[in-house]
């Protein structure tokens, strides 16, 4: 069954949830479906007569027999006791759960469904890419990087990506994630089947900006081309809304040249002391006597103000924008407008 943008429907007699619901869909940067919203069978019924909706969503209280003989590309259940009777081979998920997880449920299936359909077609889309890296030592860059994306964020469709080989992020946000980017690239090495929506249903949010899971295994990075990444880069932009990737680029990414051309800017911080300038200096000094100068051109070097982030959590982060850095962010961006 061939896969593509299409309806997206909410089916649930609770009326404030069902708008709740579609609310937080709007605003998710990554759905890329047309969303609509019924509060009666009867009319869920009616429109299906000269529409075709690819997912629908309906509570458990609303499921009929009718509603199971829909020619529906994904019927799911919202249950609030357990599986649905009668339908086993629908899928059910409990319905007051935090709209996030239930998001990524319903996509997670959805990909599984899309395995069968037609590989992705990468195309380049208008797409900024935002690095942010230093061969120095920069305790705030990864930091920064938010920062920026954040800034980014207030006009654009943003998506974070740490190449750290350590990013710390489940850590510090004390969230825990089943599966990070190495299980979307390993998806997306299988011809990208179904990856548009197995991307959907690995993406998480902090404040504005939306962000993958970082890889936590640091020899994955080893078997990643640079190709290979820019390949990837390209199929999410194709396969997403996002205007802007911010990549948080680290330092054991095999090809870091590669990467670095790829980007429409690179953020370079450094430290305030005068090893950082030496070694600024002789990083810029390598790229001037290579065959690197269009990362040259691109690059930008910043000096971020530091600040004591001695708070953890997902808040510490979201806080960013009115901190001393966040404004540091929003006037770099200023700039580059």
Not at 41 to 53: A, G, P, Q, S, Y
Not at 226 to 248: C, K, N, T
Not at 274 to 298: H, T
Not at 308 to 336: H, N, Q, S
Request: glycine share 6%.
């Amino acid at each position: 069954m061939q896969r593509g943008n299409g309806i997206f429907a909410i089916c649930d007699t609770e009326t404030e949830y069902a708008f709740r619901f579609m609310e937080f869909l709007s605003h998710r940067k990554n759905i890329m479906f047309e969303i609509r919203v019924f509060t009666t069978v009867e009319k869920l019924l009616d429109f299906t007569k000269e529409n075709r909706i690819e997912i629908l969503l309906i509570s458990e209280r609303s499921m009929r027999d009718e509603v199971a003989c829909l020619p529906v590309g994904k019927l799911i259940i919202l249950t609030e006791t357990g599986r649905t009777p009668g339908y086993p081979d629908c899928l059910n998920i409990y319905k007051y759960q935090a709209s996030d997880l239930v998001v990524r449920e319903i996509m997670e299936s959805y990909g599984q469904d899309a395995k069968a359909g037609q590989p992705l077609s990468v195309r380049r889309r208008n797409l900024q890419v935002c690095g942010v890296y230093s061969p120095v030592p920069c305790p705030q860059k990864t930091l920064l990087a938010l920062a920026l994306a954040m800034e980014l964020a207030k006009t654009k469709r943003v998506l974070y990506l740490n190449l750290e080989s350590f990013s710390g992020f489940e850590q510090f946000t004390g969230d825990k994630y089943d599966r990070n980017l190495s299980d979307l690239i390993y998806l997306f090495r299988q011809s990208g089947k179904g990856f548009p929506h197995k991307l959907n249903s690995m993406i998480y949010s902090i404040g504005n900006v939306d962000y993958l899971p970082p890889i936590q295994t640091p020899s994955d990075f080893m078997e990643i081309t640079g190709e290979e990444w820019i390949r990837f880069f390209e199929a999410v932009g194709s396969a997403s809304s996002y205007d802007a990737l911010v990549l948080d680029i680290g330092n054991t990414i095999p090809d870091v040249m590669l990467l670095l051309a790829y980007c429409s800017r690179i953020y370079f911080p450094v430290g305030q002391d005068a090893f950082s300038e030496a070694r600024r200096k002789e990083f810029e000094m390598l790229l001037d006597g290579s065959d690197n100068g269009m990362i040259r051109e691109k690059l930008q070097t910043l000096s971020p103000p530091q600040i004591a982030c001695r708070e953890t959590g997902r808040r510490a982060i979201e806080k960013l924008p009115w901190t001393e850095l966040g404004k540091y962010a929003a006037a770099v961006c200023a700039a580059d407008a």
